[in-house]
């Protein structure tokens, strides 16, 4: 089982809807979970920390269930310039400082 | 914050030929260092990763050597180039403060 799944898409979606992307995580001891964006050809950017109580930044909202260890992403009222991959990250079994990524999952917003 | 710098951008290399991609970083003292490759539609795999000057973890057996002459430098080296070799290179620094992973821009390493 990879440590960091996540349905690699695309997703198409036209602008203003809303899109929902899952991923799972194999270990349990995990503590950090991390929403990274990649846009073609570039370097992952960091979109936003999970917080085990859910957490919010304008479209963006991103929730933790660490009983059935997923994570989720909801970006409303999409833009064209959302289009890009988002990687879902978690810290690995040796620590908070060794991240663990996701394959990531594309997003294709169309006008 | 953490900025990253990496050379060159991008890099053909022949098969068998050596390699050494820098990264220098500047920011917060003592960073946490990595290097991944992300293959074509593939995920970032860590290859490398430091905690201090000389300290090097190895996460994958491979062709490819990392060393860390200095806080803020990071070298990748290989003695003799693969195919399976191409990829995109990043360098990466831990933030303490910020909790974050920030990347530098890459290098996209042909090997022909």
């Known amino acids: 089982r990879k440590e960091v799944e996540q349905d690699p898409g695309p997703f198409n979606v036209p602008e203003g809807a809303t899109v929902a992307f899952n991923c799972t995580y194999s270990?349990?001891?995990?503590?950090?979970f991390f929403w990274y964006r990649q846009d073609c050809r570039k370097e992952p950017k960091l979109l936003m920390s999970v917080y085990s109580s859910g957490n919010e930044d304008g479209r963006f909202t991103a929730q933790l269930n660490r009983a059935s260890q997923y994570i989720s992403l909801l970006i409303r009222d999409s833009k064209l310039s959302d289009s890009a991959t988002y990687l879902c990250v978690v810290n690995g079994p040796a620590g908070f400082q060794k991240l663990v990524f996701g394959t990531g999952t594309r997003l294709l917003v169309s006008p | 914050s953490q900025t990253i710098h990496q050379w060159p951008a991008t890099l053909v290399q022949p098969v068998g030929s050596p390699l050494s991609l820098e990264c220098t970083v500047e920011?917060?003292?003592?960073?946490?260092l990595y290097w991944y490759r992300q293959a074509a539609g593939r995920g970032l795999q860590l290859l490398f990763y430091s905690v201090g000057i000389g300290q090097i973890s190895s996460e994958v057996p491979q062709n490819l050597s990392a060393s860390r002459p200095q806080d803020r430098q990071f070298i990748l080296s290989s003695k003799k180039l693969l195919l399976s070799d191409s990829g995109f290179y990043l360098c990466?620094?831990?933030?303490?403060?910020?909790?974050?992973?920030?990347f530098g821009p890459g290098t996209r390493l042909t090997v022909t």
């Open positions: 920011g917060t003292s003592n960073p946490n």
């Open positions: 990466a620094a831990w933030d303490s403060e910020s909790y974050e992973q920030y």
């Open positions: 270990n349990s001891a995990s503590q950090s």
